[in-house]
């Protein structure tokens, strides 16, 4: 090998070094700039998540829930109102609620008449979806509500469907404390 290829291969050598280091340094912001976008979206979504979570409505406490009956196979179902006065519990998504029902067609029921009822359900965003348990004089039976919390977190509305005679209808509900 003679100088002039011996300085020829240094010169590609250096140019091959200087290359690589670039190369490094460029690699190197790249992955700066790729963890600097990564914490801050990892930023933006925990303080989402605690917003949101700060902004769910918290349903504890009593309500009226008010039941419109649309559908049955007891044709003289339909068309009637029943009223529960239940009290609900909340523990992040989770509900857990007691009460009784109190009304029937917008008459006060004797409160020997009062049937006790039992609520178990979740909240995702702003639509509580549960399932109760209402104890009648005769038997049980069952349902689910599925409700949205209104933005003021004092309403419910939404439907129901019922193993009594298979009901189906609509459902309200108002904040009474």
Known sequence: MNLLQLSNLFSFKSV??????????KVGKTSAVIIAILAIATGLI????????????????????KFFI???TMKTYIGE?????????????VIMGNGEKIEYNGEPLPS?????IEYAGTITDNLLKASFKLYGLLRE?????????????????GTFIGTAA???????????D
């Open 166 to 176: 298979n009901t189906r209808g609509k459902v309200t509900g108002e904040k009474i």
């Open 70 to 72: 649309e559908s049955s």
């Open 46 to 65: 925990t303080c989402w998540q605690t917003f949101k979570s700060s902004t769910r409505s918290d349903i504890s406490g009593a309500w009226k829930l």
């Open 141 to 157: 039976s069952s349902g689910q509500i599925k409700v949205a919390i209104g933005e003021d977190g004092r309403t419910l509305e």
């Open 81 to 93: 109102t029943h009223v529960q006065e239940v009290f609900f519990n909340q523990n992040e998504s």
């Open 16 to 25: 091959s070094v200087y290359y690589m280091k670039w190369l490094i340094d």
């Open 112 to 116: 020997d008449q009062h049937r006790k």
